[in-house]
């Protein structure tokens, strides 16, 4: 028996030390690298980088870097799919500037590192997903978007939609601002939003320890669940429905016609000017 769990242990940190990426330093020379790449629509980026996306006619990136890590970086495109990734961990440089340009964007998948864009983009229908230390400031116009986030991921977005669905865990953290006509919000542990802006229907499911302010957010009519001890700050105009459980507060702000359909144990619901 110690054989086994002593050649798995072994087995284990061989593969931890496999996926660990060689180090390198920048040597300061800083050049600029120019490429064009097949179209695409969607974007994995892999690794810890920066990257700057930028509107444009063109599909290809640019890299603005010390001159020995022009070809640390990895870009390729598969099924309209770019993936971004590096060979190995930069741990200094002079200079390190990575901009993607495309004209056509549907879906960003961030394991890790941070994407953002001055530009905006639009689609017909546009997916976010977010995992690890990841972090994303976009603006979007799509006629659905769908945001999915988790690990320890971060975003401040804008969004103009006609449909928003937002589904939140672990300790990710986001910042929207958005004007739709359907809001969708689903947080579970220890995620948190804030939101501003309007929407005509907002739908909103809290479980554990998750916290909304969406204060700012004028909603015509809410439908909010509340589960466990998560706390939510909402506006409603028209009409607020609630079912509420565990020690969960609730701060609303606005004048709504108020249906309360479950209201148990420790549950707080505040009325705030």
Same mark, same amino acid.
């Given at each position: 028996?110690?054989? &086994?769990? &002593?050649?798995?242990?072994?087995?284990?940190? +061989?593969?931890?030390?496999?996926?660990?990426?060689?180090?390198?330093?920048?040597?300061?020379?800083?050049?600029?690298?120019?490429?064009?790449?097949?179209?695409?629509?969607?974007?994995?980026?892999?690794?810890?980088?920066?990257?700057?996306?930028?509107?444009?006619?063109?599909?290809?990136?640019?890299?603005?870097?010390?001159?020995?890590?022009?070809?640390?970086?990895?870009?390729?495109?598969?099924?309209?799919?770019?993936?971004?990734?590096?060979?190995?961990?930069?741990?200094?440089? @002079?200079?390190?500037?990575? &901009?993607?340009?495309?004209?056509?964007?549907?879906?960003?998948?961030?394991?890790?590192? @941070?994407?953002?864009?001055?530009?905006?983009?639009?689609?017909?229908?546009?997916?976010?997903?977010?995992?690890?230390?990841?972090?994303?400031?976009?603006?979007?116009?799509?006629?659905?978007?769908?945001?999915?986030?988790?690990?320890?991921?971060?975003?401040?977005?804008?969004?103009?939609?006609?449909?928003?669905? &937002?589904?939140?865990?672990?300790?990710?953290?986001?910042?929207?601002?958005?004007?739709?006509?359907?809001?969708?919000?689903?947080?579970?542990?220890?995620?948190?939003?804030?939101?501003?802006?309007?929407?005509?229907? +907002?739908?909103?499911?809290?479980?554990?320890?998750?916290?909304?302010?969406?204060?700012?957010?004028?909603?015509?009519?809410?439908?909010?669940?509340?589960?466990?001890?998560?706390?939510?700050?909402?506006?409603?105009?028209?009409?607020?429905?609630?079912?509420?459980?565990?020690?969960?507060?609730?701060?609303?702000?606005?004048?709504?016609?108020?249906?309360?359909?479950?209201?148990?144990?420790?549950?707080?619901?505040?009325?705030?000017?």
């Amino acid at each position: 028996m110690k054989r &086994v769990f &002593v050649f798995m242990a072994l087995v284990i940190g +061989f593969y931890g030390f496999a996926q660990r990426k060689p180090k390198i330093k920048g040597n300061r020379n800083v050049v600029e690298s120019r490429e064009a790449l097949p179209a695409f629509n969607a974007i994995e980026l892999k690794d810890d980088l920066d990257i700057t996306l930028r509107n444009s006619s063109e599909h290809g990136y640019q890299i603005t870097a010390d001159e020995n890590l022009i070809n640390v970086f990895k870009f390729k495109v598969a099924d309209s799919i770019l993936s971004i990734s590096s060979f190995y961990k930069v741990t200094s440089m @002079k200079k390190l500037n990575i &901009v993607i340009d495309c004209d056509e964007l549907s879906s960003v998948y961030l394991r890790e590192g @941070k994407i953002e864009s001055e530009d905006n983009f639009s689609s017909d229908a546009f997916t976010i997903r977010q995992t690890g230390t990841s972090r994303l400031m976009m603006n979007i116009n799509a006629g659905i978007i769908d945001l999915n986030m988790e690990g320890i991921s971060s975003g401040e977005l804008n969004l103009q939609t006609d449909s928003l669905l &937002v589904n939140l865990k672990d300790r990710s953290d986001v910042r929207i601002y958005t004007l739709n006509s359907s809001t969708s919000i689903d947080m579970v542990q220890n995620a948190s939003a804030t939101i501003e802006g309007a929407t005509e229907q +907002f739908r909103v499911n809290l479980f554990d320890d998750a916290k909304l302010k969406a204060e700012k957010f004028e909603a015509g009519s809410v439908t909010i669940n509340l589960q466990e001890s998560p706390r939510a700050e909402i506006f409603a105009r028209d009409n607020l429905d609630l079912s509420s459980q565990g020690s969960s507060q609730t701060f609303l702000f606005g004048n709504p016609k108020i249906t309360i359909s479950e209201f148990l144990n420790k549950s707080e619901l505040h009325k705030e000017e």
